[in-house]
């Protein structure tokens, strides 16, 4: 197997137990609230804003055998710049509250999704940042479209509140091309870093879209932190 076919195979049962989240599922199926889209709008704010900030602390702390990397994160960051700000403007079109979002304390899956990759980064191996790529991007290239068109219809939403889900599903077919060509120079203790975190934000991730379901029925926030603390 190719480096990326071994990211692929060792994170299966973590990437199937989140695209089997219920939330995911009827999102899909055109049955998500209003009330449950804009607080995945809130939570996606408070992640994507410091995912720029992860990579250019990622570039910064790369060893000398994958300063070829720094050349990606650059074209990434070019790329990912200002994308907090696209979701508050859906936020905004699809009648919620920018400034609210931006105040609201994040899920505790959301705070520990953020904390893990900035740990791997800051203390492990920062070519692990990866494994929060092969998360995002791969399941908004398997969702966000779909997903986007269905919510777009059953809630009556206008283009300009949809604008971070459709744009992440076409982008990021063209960014997944190119992170397999970057995973597939990985070897090693790199290539298992990229493992390692990916598994974590696989389950984290899950954890959040759980959590919003869980608030939104009424959850109490320790419903929402056993979602990370059980598999």
Partial sequence: MTPYQQLQDA?????DWLLAT?????????????EEYLAFLG???HHVRFTVPLMMACGSRLPERLDWL???????????HGHEQWILDDIRAAGGDPDAATQAAPHPATRLLVAAVRDAIAHGNPVGFFGMVQVLEGTSTA??????????ASLDLPDDAVRYLTSHGSLDIGHLAFFE???NRLTGEDLRAVIDTARLV?????AMFRGIEARCAGGSATRELAHVLVP
Avoid: S
């Fill in 202 to 206: 696989y389950r984290l991730y899950g």
């Fill in 143 to 152: 969702l966000a479209t779909q997903a986007a068109e269905r919510l777009q």
């Fill in 43 to 45: 939570q996606a704010y």
């Fill in 22 to 34: 219920p939330l995911l599922t009827r999102a899909l199926a055109g049955q998500v609230t209003r």
């Fill in 70 to 80: 720094r050349d990606a994160l650059v074209a990434y960051i070019a790329e990912e």
């Fill in 11 to 15: 994170t299966r049962a973590e990437r």
């Fill in 181 to 183: 060509g970057l995973v």
